[in-house]
């Protein structure tokens, strides 16, 4: 019983530490940039990895079989599911990116940090799941560092209180941890292919992202939209993070 405990603790870690460089990249790509530019282009450097396997799969199955390239398919209500999920994740990048710009990356990575207890009474109100004692005191470390980042970021000017951008991070880290209750039903309840979860999200983010900068893009006059290949970074980031997240889920 130990050596799966072992493979998802480990399997956590990994994506947690990917996690970390897809801030970084998020940060570098989005500070003094245009949002909904930056949005799309750090969303479809994910989806560029995916679409390949997903024509093959249609084109010629048996090769798309040998070079394990295969995207199962989901089914009607599969899609519908994951596009739910892409709503959700959307609002969350949407949130987190607009943070970004304005926070400096040691305040806001220890305030996405958070997203553990947000979606632990998401399990324990929705999934019945209850801690452990040693969960427990986790949760209180939590709580305990968050108030002493709230602390040292007042001597870089930011009172976590009365910082506008701080709430709206810390509303990017419900949504997502939203977006994680969401995962845990899809891959537990609706048994849904973790491939083929991402692959479509993965497309469907990029369509969503595309279609807010045309809305959007033309109303951020005050910032220019300038390419940086950090964008491009993002996304392979988040694919190879949620990966070894949703083996381990």
């Known amino acids: 019983a130990s050596e799966p405990i072992l493979t998802w603790i480990l399997l956590a870690l990994v994506s947690a530490f990917l996690l970390g460089f897809y801030d970084v990249a998020k940060k570098a790509s989005v500070d003094g940039n245009a949002l909904f530019g930056t949005l799309f282009l750090c969303s479809a450097s994910g ?3 995916v679409v390949p396997g997903l024509v093959l799969t249609w084109v010629s199955p048996e090769l798309a079989a040998r070079w394990h390239m295969t995207v199962p398919d989901l089914g009607t209500r599969g899609q519908i599911l994951v596009l739910i999920k892409t709503g959700i994740v959307t609002l969350s990048w949407t949130l987190s990116f607009m943070a970004l ?4 990356i040691t305040i806001a990575g220890p305030v996405r940090a958070t997203a553990p207890l947000f979606a632990l009474v998401g399990a324990i109100t929705l999934f ?3 801690p452990s004692g040693r969960q427990w005191a986790g949760i209180a470390l939590i709580l305990a560092s968050y108030w002493a980042f709230s ?3 007042r001597k870089e000017g930011i009172h976590f209180s009365r910082n506008k951008w701080i709430w709206v991070l810390l509303a990017a880290t419900m949504v997502g941890s939203a977006s994680s209750l969401w ?3 899809l891959l537990q309840r609706q048994k849904l292919d973790p491939w083929a ?3 479509w999200f993965s497309i ?3 369509l969503l992202q595309g279609c807010m900068w045309a809305a959007f893009g033309r109303g951020e006059r005050a910032t220019a939209f300038k390419f940086r290949w950090s964008m491009l970074a993002v996304g392979p980031l988040l694919l ?3 990966m070894a997240y949703f083996r381990g889920l």
Do not use: I, S, T, W
């Open 101 to 104: 710009k304005h926070l400096p």
């Open 204 to 206: 469907y983010n990029a």
């Open 197 to 199: 979860m991402q692959v």
């Open 183 to 185: 995962d845990k039903n």
């Open 151 to 153: 602390v040292l970021g």
């Open 128 to 130: 019945g799941e209850m």
């Open 47 to 49: 989806a560029a990895l």
């Open 240 to 242: 190879a993070a949620d």
